[in-house]
């Protein structure tokens, strides 16, 4: 999904706006890449794979859509045929349809979450969408346009239309393929939450009737939330777009056929194969940039549709890419699929950015945006790594959210620090600088334990508690986990978790026991606190100081010949019980490193030395990043003030000149 | 008719820089209450930090995530230091109504008053100067619509074009615009002020009327006047951020609070520059209606006696 939460990205948002102000705009077109303004042109159908055999995944479904775009009604009419191949073991009478753009009608579960939420959203009527089945039938069957009802197995709302149900009148045998016919209508809404249409974009996701998945011996259907992703079935697409002449269209899959239509529209004829989705997006305005990079598994076309306005950043959305491909390629696993094109909302089209579909990405920028602010960098990374997480692993966003976000933020800290530098990687600026790892402890910190991971997305407390968890703390708990089992063993496992689970919807339960099978530890005690408990993790020096071991002998003069006895107490201030090192450092250079189970709710170390204590730090390699205070992991003895002398001089600074301000008015 | 001439502009300057005393008390005022305001935050941030050597991000470099991990640590009440900062902000705007009085008659007489006379001019018109503030909040009332209005048309072009920079454009007019006609009501109503002390004129309302009508006589004069010097001010204001942010050291301590306190003094300094260099002018311009006038019934005259009382 859009990576930046409603929090994170305002805060971004404001910080960059900010930064702007006072910083130089990256000049335009210094990369290689070369901006054309033409359709994008054909590829090779299944470059990798006209010779193989064996597919990628289990083809579950095949769809087969013609779609005719009315730029000027907003409206995409069309035509569905799905063949669903019945692998679930069983025969099935029962097929559930998700309806994505149903959600954004008034009362539908969607738009009620999103009042709870945010009470002072303004919704407006050019915001409502639809999705309208006309005309359904099975072949082999006949029309079974009136045996349709909607069902809301999540929240029983009677309002909400995003999930239908059809029931055939005789079941499907195992094995066996049903094909569905279907006629319908979209009404795509001004741009919102990743879909719709702004001036004359278009940026088309989760617009056609979608089956559900049968998943843990049941169909898994849930309907459209605020906070809800998507889950389906992989096969392969043939989509049939019918639209202006003048559109220049980006596309999850290949584009195989152009054709000119006597009334001034094209039609654009587009495969995709072992994916679970297909979206598109199109404008007359868009600026077509291509590149290309070779990785393990072959070349991929990379074609970045920039915006008016927004072409200066399209060097750094190649840039990224390249490098994140080359990360990706080599830590986690190949990229199969022979293009990726990422698509660039025009100004105002934010909610259309950041998001990810099987080879199509969003991404998010500014027409002036500071080279130090690495906000399209890191978009872009980050729903590039979707293709992984959601695209190839394909796991259940409904109910494992972090399984898709919460890895692939954790990954994102991994390559925004590699390409970008670890303190660096979101903010680089002389004045000012800030790493990814740091970002996402600052998004869990946001609402830290309202929550365990593990809770079905609509069931959090809010949207802000889902994305500070399911993001944030999800990448934080990997970070600190890097501490149990180190970075490499980590990387590994994810890399095995991809290899083997790949084309399949695996669960929490598979990745916990990779990473265990892997790391050939036992985790359980660590998983169940961080991912499916609440618990906080904060330890603090409670005490340090040295004491003079004879004072009750003043007339011993300590500097020559004393000795000393020091006490550092640690306290687990949290419940999460967690094994720390403390660091505790000598005035003659000497340190002591003591490990501590965290079992009890303080420790006391004495030690008699002829040396006094400096310091004592409690995680000295500053990896156990769930600790909510560093602040308080660590303490010196003689005090340094120069940090809150420097924080005093900006805050008297501001408010000696706000003063100012104010007083222009006496 | 007097005119802004580079003499009256280095002459405001020249005041500035003789009746040092005024910048300074104002300083000072300023400083004082910055530094009580954020006393309570400092010892706070002092707690978390002076012993913490998780404090060294915030020392080489300054590390966002850090400062932000500080924010919202339950023992660092954020929220109460920008009350506090509001609050010092607001006194100090209480402080410069009470003080401009002085001030314009400091500057206005041309001589070196002592204190008690200063203080006598700024209790003398401090009533006044509320009223006088009253009404400019009244007067910015249109401004504040014409900034949402602007607001409007421009989230309605850039609803509207294909490319961003249409309203982007339209903001940069419409921002110079918004600070250019406070600009105007500001000279308008330093004019009330100087004509205020210079005429003992107890009527606000009277004061505005007759400041209107030379603003509207010697517009040019009197803007240009005030906007080079508010020009200077940015611009310094400007150069030394940059300075700050660019060119010292992350770890300096004294450097950066130098600077900041220099730019703050700049910022006084300019908008007492103002302040002299219209009274200068409004003196000029008295000076020329005298020599063209057959008789001429000078202004009550403001005390200058010598008091015992210490000078300012």
Known sequence: MERPLPNRRQMRIGIVLALALTCVAEPAGSGQATPTRHAVPPAPIAARGAAKEQTLSTRVVAYQIDARLDTAKHTIAATETLRYKNLTGQPQKTFPFHLYLNAFQPQSTFMTEEHRDNPDIDWKPEHFGAITISHLEVTGVGDLTNEMRFIQPDDHNAADRTVMQIELPRAVPAGAEVEFK??????????????????????????????????????????????????????????????????????????????????????????????????WGASPSFTDVEDSWTGSAGTVKLHVLMSPGNLASAPRYIQVLKGTLALYDQWIGPYPYDRLTVIDPPHGGYQAGGMEYPTLITADTYWFMPKGALLPELVTQHEFGHQYWYGMVATNEFEEAWLDEGINSYMETKGMDALYGKYTSEFNFPFLQMGEDDSQRFSYLQKPDTDPITRFAWRFYDGDAYGAITYGKTATVLLTLEKIIGEETLRHALHTYFMRYRYTHPTGEDFIKTVEEVSGKDLRWYFDQAITGTQMLDYKILDAHSDALEWDQPEIAWKDAGHYRTYVTVQRKGDFVFPIDVKVTFDDKQSVTEHWDGGERWVRYVYDRKSQLVSAEIDPDHQVWLDRDLFNNSYIVKADSRATKKLSNILGFVSEWMAQLLAWLA | MADATPRTFFSGASLVWNRQRVLWLIYVVNFVL?????????????????????????????????????????????????????????????FTIFATGGILATYYSGQRLHAGGFFEACGHHFWRFVRLTIYLLIVLIPVFILGGIAHHVYDRIDKQSISPMPAVHFLEAAIVVLLLLPICIRVWFDMAQVIAVAEDERRMHRALRRAAALLRHNFFSLYWLYLRVSLIAWIVFAAGLHIWMTHLRPESILAPFLLSQFLIIFWQACRLWQRASECIWYREHQRAIAVSAPTYDPPPAISQEPLAAPTV
């Open chain 1, 182 to 279: 279907i006629a319908f209508n979209d009404k795509l809404p001004e741009v919102v939450a990743r879909t719709g249409y702004l001036r004359d974009f278009y940026m088309v996701g989760q617009w056609f009737p979608k089956v559900g998945v049968w998943w843990k011996g049941a169909w898994n259907c849930h309907q459209f939330h605020n906070t809800t992703e998507f889950f389906a079935d992989f096969g392969t697409f043939d989509v049939n777009v019918t639209l202006p002449q003048n559109e220049i269209v980006g596309a999850g899959g290949d584009l195989v056929a152009s054709m000119n239509n006597s009334d001034g529209t094209k039609t654009l004829t587009f495969h995709s194969e072992d994916v679970h989705d297909f979206s």
């Open chain 2, 34 to 94: 910055a530094y009580f305001a954020t006393r309570g935050t400092n010892e706070r941030i002092a707690a978390i930090l002076d012993h913490s050597l998780a404090a060294d991000q915030l020392v080489h470099g300054f590390n966002l995530g850090a400062a932000s991990s500080l924010a919202i640590n339950p023992e660092f009440p954020f929220g109460g230091s920008v009350s506090a900062s509001l609050l010092g902000a607001t006194l100090f705007t209480i």
